[in-house]
């Protein structure tokens, strides 16, 4: 067995040839003529002179073994709709969708934006995109127009590809309206729509513009259209992400360094076999419904599981229903998830046939110790965390079981994975901090590794100038997350540089302090937030939804757990720590992906404008904090 040390050193010092032997996980029309050129820094170009095809390695290389083995599991507990694909009707599927595409005008290095709720067609048009050199945008659909229509002016795509509604939580929500009022906003409106009519609601045609998927479709019933090979270093899509300031970043992804590193991520961190089925329960706009819905399932020869629906409906237990129902090996949630989850019945959890399901893997944000505990002991099954963002498109932190097995440790996400030069800086002075338990900025030694953003789509300067420079004295890319590492070399992520509280001159990592308040036994959620205080300049206020919430409709049952919990933070980080107040709500401030909205919850206890609340999933605890906020 290979020790994973060895193997993480290698990659960083023979790197071509580490990253040559991983190159042979996929297939190649043409093999590359050269491994990385870095001669541009900050810039890498992987796989020179390779040409490949990203839906070739996901669905047509599996064709000759594997044509009557599910590919696709698409589950809509919103519809009620079940249906499972094979890779042979897979890849008839898409090459309908790839036959309109083209019909429809699109062509190699066109932009194609997918504005869809979670529907097979939707993995479709994503497949058909890369089959065909196109760079698919995925736009979120709990994104409304105003921020649809600026994705839209950056990637100018040439099609928009969108459905009538989504579901959620048995409420139908519907997509025309909001896509009609984007493309009206709009400076380069696209010249096609391509609509699919779930049925769910009417909706108005633009004569000339759009189109029906399903008429298109009977169209092209046999049709064949073979892959393009693309050179290594052609974009297979963009994906935008919320800057601190400005507009939304468009991560610009190659083809052949993707692919690669999705092969070998499948292999080496989750110990994925051909024929297995892996169930991720994000969606596809975000990076891990692009890499472990769509891509890194097929690329490895398994089954995935693509779900439309929430965790709690029609019951608690509908997760683990579904891993019982398809022999699930491989689930991929977020601590959020979990944490909602953790609200419902516990026997839910042992309530169905988990036997097949070999590990529960959480990413997104951090994952307190506490909910990893109870999830672990509820399933029986190793929980394994692990740390990465969209520009890096896999997993910078984590435990590569596949290469030799290793212990997680609650609350880390684990250990650098291979290709990723890994180091905390301070970040003033940009000095390499090398002792256990010193607090830094995680950054990464350029080049970043196969699969990682090649730079941001129409914006090279801006790619340097966000990432690249901001620690002092050193070209490195920026995490903007500060981080420790222990005796054993793993990493715990305590916040962004930007969440980092300064309390009368001490730093503080919102993370430590709400690590502490969870593991109060009434504690279901919390977030902690640094806001402006006269005095000591920074102030911690703790905000809190309780597993029970009885006790506190009265003032005096507010004030016995606040005092609780700030007696808990004081034993274990010291009244340093302790947040000023603690305010109860009956759901934290998320948006419609589950990520916590901070900033919006700062400015509203700073009085201040919450700013863009487009993506917020419901607006009343931010009413909740204002309330309770409120001068008596």
């Given amino acids: 067995m290979t020790r994973y040390a060895d193997f993480y050193q290698r990659s960083l010092h023979d790197r071509d040839g580490f990253w040559r032997e991983q190159a042979q996980l996929i297939d190649w029309h043409r093999p590359a003529t050269q491994v990385c050129d870095a001669s541009n820094p900050p810039f890498a170009r992987w796989f020179v002179g390779g040409q490949t095809n990203l839906c070739h390695n996901a669905i047509d290389r599996h064709l000759k073994e594997r044509a009557d083995q599910p590919a696709l599991i698409y589950v809509s507990t919103e519809t009620g709709q079940e249906q499972t694909y094979t890779f042979a009707q897979l890849s008839d599927e898409v090459q309908r969708m790839a036959a309109i595409l083209q019909t429809l005008g699109v062509q190699q290095g066109d932009r194609v934006l997918i504005y869809m709720p979670m529907i097979a067609e939707a993995a479709f048009a994503m497949l058909a995109c890369v089959r065909i050199g196109a760079i698919h945008s995925v736009v979120f659909g709990g994104f409304a127009s105003h921020s649809l229509a600026t994705r839209i002016d950056d990637a100018s795509p040439v099609l928009v590809i969108s459905a009538d509604a989504g579901s959620r939580g048995g409420k139908v929500v519907p997509y025309k309206p909001l896509l009609d009022e984007a493309i009206a906003l709009c400076k380069q409106p696209p010249a096609s729509v391509l609509m699919v009519n779930r049925g769910l609601v009417p909706f108005d045609r633009v004569e000339g513009r759009d189109h029906d998927h399903a008429s298109l479709r009977e169209q092209h019933l046999h049709a064949k259209v073979p892959c393009v090979w693309l050179d290594s270093e052609h974009p297979s899509y963009t994906l935008y992400t919320s800057g601190t300031t400005g507009k939304p970043k468009g991560v610009q992804r190659d083809t052949g360094g993707y692919t690669v590193a999705l092969a070998a991520s499948m292999q080496h961190i989750f110990q994925a076999k051909p024929g297995e089925v892996y169930f991720s329960t994000s969606d596809i706009g975000w990076v891990v419904g692009h890499s472990y819905i769509i891509y890194g399932p097929l690329i490895a020869g398994m089954a995935t599981v693509m779900y439309e629906g929430l965790p709690t409906r029609p019951h608690g237990g509908v997760w683990w229903e579904l891993v019982e129902k398809h022999r699930v090996t491989h689930m991929f949630s977020a601590p959020t998830a979990v944490r909602v989850l953790k609200k419902q019945d516990p026997a839910l959890l042992r309530q169905y046939d988990l036997r097949s399901l070999k590990a529960l893997y959480l990413a997104g944000e951090p994952l307190d110790e506490p909910t990893a505990q109870w999830i672990a002991e509820g399933l029986g099954k190793p929980i394994i965390d692990n740390y990465w963002q969209t520009e890096t498109g896999w997993p910078i932190l984590t435990v590569a079981n596949g290469v030799e097995p290793m212990p997680s440790k609650f609350g880390s996400p684990g250990v650098p994975m291979y290709g990723f030069h890994v180091k905390l800086l301070d970040d003033h002075t940009g000095e390499e901090l090398t002792r256990a338990n010193e607090k830094g900025v995680l950054v990464i030694e350029g080049p970043l590794p196969p699969g990682c953003l090649q730079t941001l789509w129409g914006d ?173």
């Fill in 460 to 632: 090279d300067a801006r790619f340097v100038n966000t990432y690249w420079k901001s620690v002092p004295g050193r070209m490195v890319y920026s995490t903007f997350d500060w981080g420790v590492k222990d005796e054993e070399g793993y990493f715990y992520i305590l916040g962004r540089t930007d969440d980092v509280i300064n309390v009368a001159g001490h730093r503080l990592g919102t993370r430590e302090i709400e690590e502490s308040i969870a593991s109060h036994p009434n504690v279901a959620e919390v977030a902690v937030v640094g806001v402006a205080d006269a005095l000591k300049g920074q102030v911690a206020m703790a905000f809190v939804v309780a597993k029970d919430a009885t006790g506190l409709t009265e003032a005096q049952g507010r004030l016995k757990l606040e005092g609780e919990i700030m007696k808990i933070v004081d034993a274990q980080l010291g009244a340093v720590a302790r947040p000023a107040r603690v305010l109860f709500l009956s759901l934290l401030p998320k948006t419609r992906s589950g990520k916590l909205l901070r900033r919006a919850i700062q400015a509203v206890c700073e009085q201040r404008d919450p700013g863009d609340l487009t993506t917020i999933d419901d607006p009343t605890p931010l009413q909740q904090i204002k309330a309770q906020l409120q001068p008596n």
